[in-house]
């Protein structure tokens, strides 16, 4: 069975409280608990988990490299500022798919820089939790990797 570890950044917490025009009004709760049921339909091992915090980011994708087969990342806000976290993943050996639940290459110019994505193996994005669905269909269909894969 697949390992997946779903991290989400600052204020990811507040869907469905924080512009529900942009984000949805599906609420964090809510979408975890329809992530987990989701992985678990498709035969993967799911932990999700949501900080406000870089260093712990950070600390949570070194902690489990060793323990997950995939991150999805949602790094919010700081995949348009942070060379801390690509750097983490270009440390690490376990690949990670970058999701947004906007289109983030649709919005404001500042959120077109993107530090994360060349170093990811995949992104999803723009389709509020399709976008995470679609990046747990993505671990599902991959048949293998070597896990050393940059
Ligand atoms: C986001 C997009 C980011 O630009 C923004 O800072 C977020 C959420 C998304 O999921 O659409 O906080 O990552």
């Known amino acids: 069975m ?3 570890y779903i991290l989400n950044g600052p204020n990811i917490n507040l869907v469905g409280i924080r512009e529900p025009e942009i984000y949805g009004s599906t609420n964090y709760q809510e979408m975890v608990k329809e992530l987990k049921r989701y992985a678990k339909s ?3 091992k799911v932990t999700i988990k949501a900080t406000n915090s870089e260093s712990k ?4 994708l070194q902690a489990n490299m060793n323990r997950y087969d995939y991150f999805i990342l949602n790094a919010a806000a700081y995949t348009h500022t942070s060379i801390a976290i690509r750097d983490t993943i270009l440390a690490i050996k376990t ?3 970058e999701v947004h639940l906007s289109d983030t290459d649709n919005r404001e110019e500042f959120r077109k820089v993107n530090y994360l994505r060349d170093v990811c193996v995949a992104t999803f994005k723009g389709k509020g939790l399709d976008s995470y669905k679609e990046a747990l269909d993505y671990v599902k269909g991959m048949t293998s990797h070597d896990g050393n894969n940059k």
């Open 42 to 44: 498709l035969g993967l």
């Open 95 to 97: 690949p990670v798919i």
């Open 2 to 4: 697949k390992r997946v």
């Open 57 to 60: 980011i950070i600390d949570i």
